[in-house]
């Protein structure tokens, strides 16, 4: 199961992504998939109770595993817990099955941030820390990685106990799929100095580039949205972030560096 606050669409559908990989290297050999359980694709609507109560049956009593993400929120309260995800968290461990919990350290907008929810979140995660492991992230990319070791780890171990263990090769996760646009703006980026992409705010829509390279036609709104989605689909994978927190400049990450040292000359 799937559970987390509001503000982690994106590591949502990273964990998505990592049980797909996960499924394609190990699911042959060991029998076992890994099914992502969540409200979004598992939830019906129904009446007769509380609605985290309604997800409980119909969602978390089902799942084997809980997974949650955690960033700048708690969540909503329940009525009886202080939101549903820590309602399914304690749900979860009192039935004495697998919690793998996960808080990003990534930076954020202060003017973006609900000062409430965000010390609740404090005092939440120091009660987990005194409880048992957690483990933090810094990208989109370290989360991804992180679980899919996780789950090599917890998986075989309790589900198929009499297969031999999996070799560590087999747990190394693929190298991400991106566009071609996306392989040529990072690209780029890694052989600029600075290692930036800026999104420069002119007449006729905003301008990507590197080095003073630009990358989206002027003009064109075909050009326009396919560099504006390359760039979304960086900042996605945890391969840039942006430093100014306007979405004007871009930097390249650790991870972003590793990538494009791996890309072809040719991508650029």
């Not at 297969?163 to 996760?173: D, E, H, M």
């Not at 007449?203 to 979304?232: C, H, M, T, Y």
Request: aromatic share 6%; with cysteine; charged share 25%.
């Amino acid at each position: 199961m799937i559970a987390s606050p509001s503000d982690v669409s994106a590591e949502r559908e990273v964990l998505r992504a990592a049980m797909r990989d996960w499924n394609d290297l190990h699911t042959s050999r060991t029998g076992i998939v890994a099914l992502p359980l969540s409200w979004e694709s598992h939830s019906v609507p129904q009446m007769g109770s509380r609605a985290q109560a309604i997800l409980n049956k119909q969602i978390t009593d089902c799942a084997d595993v809980l997974v949650a993400v955690f960033w700048t929120r708690l969540g909503s309260p329940t009525g009886d817990f202080p939101s549903g995800t820590v309602e399914e968290i304690r749900r979860h461990v009192r039935a004495e099955r697998p919690a793998f919990l996960y808080f990003s350290q990534a930076p954020v907008r202060l003017d973006s941030v609900d000062d409430e929810q965000y010390q609740a979140l404090k005092v939440f995660r120091k009660e987990c820390e005194a409880q048992g492991l957690i483990d933090t992230f810094d990208s989109l990319t370290e989360l991804r990685e992180k679980f899919s070791r996780h789950l090599t780890r917890l998986l075989p171990e309790k589900f198929a106990p009499d297969l031999p263990a999996i070799p560590s090769v087999a747990s190394i996760v693929p190298t991400p799929k991106i566009s071609r646009e996306a392989e040529a703006m990072l690209k780029a980026a890694s052989k600029d100095p600075q290692g930036c992409i800026l999104v420069l705010r002119v007449i006729g829509g905003p301008r990507i580039q590197v080095a003073g390279r630009a990358f989206n036609e002027q003009g064109n709104p075909r050009s326009q949205a396919a560099w504006e989605s390359a760039l979304d689909e960086l900042e996605g994978l945890g391969l840039v972030k942006d430093v100014a927190f306007k979405r004007e400049m871009f930097r390249l990450t650790k991870e972003g560096y590793a990538l494009a040292d791996r890309l072809p000359d040719g991508g650029s």
